[in-house]
């Protein structure tokens, strides 16, 4: 049975006694119970993110001034250093005019202030 559920059953035997202190605190202890449940989500969320941000920093390899993504097999890349260690953001990198060279587009533009 879910909380939602259990409080339709406690309310239901708040009506019967007809208290009406009884059913306040009820509705007091339902909305703290909610706040709770809604605080655990944020903090389920943001530790499932830490996870896939330590697993993504246990996986860049460095190489020509950029990040690549290490899958066992492959180095995919390249990803913005700048971006990562400031943000912890995986932005991929844009080839540049030159060949062999890149560049990230995000960076770009923030010093351009766009
Ligand atoms: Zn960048």
Known sequence: MGIIDSFKDVFKV???VNNLDLYKKLSELQNAVFAL???NRELRDELRHRDEQKDVAGRLRTRDNAYYLDDGKILDGPYC???WDADRKLIRERSGAT???HFCAFCRDK???R
């Open 14 to 16: 708040a009506d019967t």
């Open 37 to 39: 449940e809604e605080e």
């Open 81 to 83: 250093m700048t971006c």
């Open 99 to 101: 060949p062999g060279t």
């Open 111 to 113: 010093r351009k202030g």
